[in-house]
């Protein structure tokens, strides 16, 4: 059964782990990874990464990606949503307490970012309005 917009919406806004998607290229199937990534219903979805990956210049040359999340209890249930990329701005720290705020649990946050902001170089937070969705809830089979 599809979901309503708000349960898609909210679905969304659950801290899951995204399959991003991106054309990679004539004669390639899309670039497909694993992202930690942000929404709020109604709003756009954001993403880190590294200002020079790979990712970015897929991103930039598409102009489009996909997100797509899942989950298989209590019922199996999935929201995929797609659209153009609407702004790409330099990965700042804000961005980064807030993306591990998300996925870190408290007491390792400070340590994370202390981390990330040495390691992971230079970041770009690049962002998404969803136009199309394709969503699903199939129940407990």
Same mark, same amino acid.
């Given at each position: 059964?599809?979901?309503?917009?708000?349960?898609?919406?909210?679905?969304?806004?659950?801290?899951?782990?995204?399959?991003? +998607?991106?054309?990679?290229?004539?004669? !390639?199937?899309?670039?497909?990874?694993?992202?930690?990534?942000?929404?709020?219903?109604?709003?756009?979805?954001?993403?880190?990464?590294?200002?020079?990956?790979?990712?970015?210049?897929?991103?930039? +040359? *598409?102009?489009?990606?996909?997100?797509?999340?899942? !989950?298989?209890?209590?019922?199996?249930?999935?929201?995929?949503?797609?659209?153009?990329?609407?702004?790409?701005?330099?990965?700042?720290?804000?961005?980064?307490?807030?993306?591990?705020? !998300?996925?870190?649990?408290?007491?390792? !946050? *400070?340590?994370?970012?202390?981390?990330?902001?040495?390691?992971?170089?230079?970041?770009? +937070?690049?962002?998404?309005?969803?136009?199309?969705?394709?969503?699903?809830?199939?129940?407990?089979?």
């Amino acid at each position: 059964m599809a979901l309503t917009v708000d349960e898609r919406e909210q679905f969304l806004a659950e801290p899951h782990i995204a399959a991003l +998607a991106v054309v990679s290229g004539q004669d !390639r199937g899309p670039l497909t990874v694993p992202m930690w990534y942000q929404y709020t219903p109604g709003g756009e979805a954001w993403i880190l990464t590294g200002v020079d990956s790979r990712k970015t210049a897929l991103l930039k +040359a *598409a102009g489009r990606f996909t997100l797509m999340v899942d !989950r298989v209890t209590p019922t199996i249930r999935y929201v995929s949503a797609e659209g153009p990329v609407t702004r790409i701005v330099p990965g700042t720290t804000e961005h980064l307490q807030e993306m591990a705020g !998300r996925y870190v649990p408290e007491d390792k !946050r *400070a340590a994370y970012v202390e981390v990330a902001l040495g390691e992971h170089g230079e970041q770009v +937070a690049i962002f998404m309005r969803p136009e199309r969705w394709v969503s699903s809830d199939l129940g407990s089979l």
